[in-house]
């Protein structure tokens, strides 16, 4: 079975540009995750998604960060603009359940490692 | 919301010595407790959960226990190898708060040959 997938692995832009990240979770997976990990600190949740539709948002700071999920499946998180403090990994998961029922569990991709200068 | 704190940050045994790391959580209602192993330039690879209803877990050689009156949970690593090597992350999650995760600081665990 193919784990998530995420590209660009890697990105470099300057400040005030803009950039998109894209996720195609495990198939078969309903519930979607971005998350930013900074170096040295656990990731965290920025936001998440059951099918298409947004489930938590609260930590996504709206003014300059925006997520779809258009068909239920790949996803992609986009920066515009970037700030210094946007540089980190943003990581995806998915999981097969939402809610806590069944497994539960997230599985991560390889994250997308952002530097901004 | 939930909070979790991760102890020690780093922690160094000599291969083949045992590594256990410590984490507390806020939520007595959290039910959910996933490991995370992460190597450099990769993505958090989840080793081993643990939910509420049970206290421990094994697989091969690494265990988890959780203590719900206390509010701890462990993992535990036996007979360390140098490809233990890596940053551990626990977590932990509410039922009703959509399964979100909320992870611990980390610890990096070094295993020397």
């Known amino acids: 079975e193919a784990g998530v997938a995420q590209s660009p692995r890697y990105k470099i832009i300057e400040k005030r540009q803009s950039v998109a990240f894209w996720c195609n979770p495990i198939s078969g997976h309903a519930t979607l995750y971005w998350y930013q990990q900074i170096l040295g600190q656990g990731p965290k949740l920025l936001i998440q998604?059951?099918?298409?539709?947004?489930v938590d948002d609260s930590q996504l700071p709206k003014d300059r960060f925006s997520a779809e999920r258009l068909k239920g499946v790949d996803s992609t998180l986009k920066i515009q603009p970037a700030k210094l403090e946007d540089s980190a990994v943003y990581l995806c998961?998915?999981?097969?359940?939402?809610w806590g029922q069944g497994s539960g569990a997230q599985y991560f991709g390889p994250g997308t490692r952002l530097l901004v200068l | 919301g939930e909070n979790v704190e991760q102890h020690p940050s780093t922690l160094s045994v000599q291969e083949g010595d045992s590594a256990v790391i410590k984490c507390t959580y806020s939520?007595?209602?959290?039910?959910?407790f996933p490991w995370y192993k992460q190597e450099l330039g990769k993505g958090p690879q989840l080793i081993i959960d643990?939910?509420?209803?049970?206290g421990e877990k094994k697989d091969q050689r690494i265990a988890v226990t959780l203590n719900k009156t206390a509010k701890h949970f462990s993992l535990h690593i036996t007979e360390t190898q140098p490809e233990d090597s890596a940053v551990y992350f626990c977590a932990a999650t509410l039922k009703a708060a959509g399964n979100k995760l909320t992870f611990g600081g980390g610890t990096r665990v070094l295993v020397k040959p």
């Open positions: 939520d007595s209602a959290s039910n959910y």
């Open positions: 998604f059951q099918n298409n539709g947004v």
């Open positions: 998961a998915s999981s097969s359940s939402l």
């Open positions: 643990i939910r509420s209803n049970v």
